[in-house]
């Protein structure tokens, strides 16, 4: 796994590591090494978009930005490397998450930003695992493994229910 491209997950704030864990662990689980900083759109842009213009020289495969309220990070890294970028909108503000939801997704034509669900670090990292998995087979065959689980869970479940049905 030596070859195997790590994946950066920047947060706009120390705070957003609680949700952020989720992914940093995800990651850590299908064998991917993981590089974490704080850099903000706003308050640190000349550190955000060197970062960025960087990734992909620094051995970096994908980048996972995190933030809340306006949260522009995904798009500026987006508009500073041609890597995949990955935007988790974090609820952090009166508004549960929709203005940083907005903020990540709506971006111009050109500056593309995948996008998951508002605090959906895990997702976040499955599919950055998932990009990387077009190139490496190990990666790819985890992910193989984990729906395999989620299959076997489900049907686990089902026929629990069912025998739970049958005796109402």
Known sequence: MENCKKVAVVMGSDSDLAV????????????????????????TPE???????????????VII???????????????????????????SSTLDGLDALLATVQMPKGIPVGTVAIDGADNAAILAA???GVYEKNISDKLL??????KEEVLQKDKKLQAEIENI
């Open 130 to 132: 998932q990009i990387l």
């Open 145 to 150: 493994d984990m729906k395999t689980s989620m």
């Open 20 to 43: 952020v864990k989720g992914a940093i662990t995800t990651l850590k689980s299908f064998g991917i090494q993981v590089e974490v900083h704080v850099m903000s759109a706003h308050r």
């Open 65 to 91: 930005a995190a933030a809340g309220k306006a949260a522009h990070l995904a798009g500026v890294l987006a508009a500073h490397t041609t890597l995949p970028v990955i935007g988790i909108p974090i609820k």
């Open 47 to 61: 550190e955000a978009c060197s970062f960025a213009s960087n990734a992909k020289s620094s051995g970096f495969g």
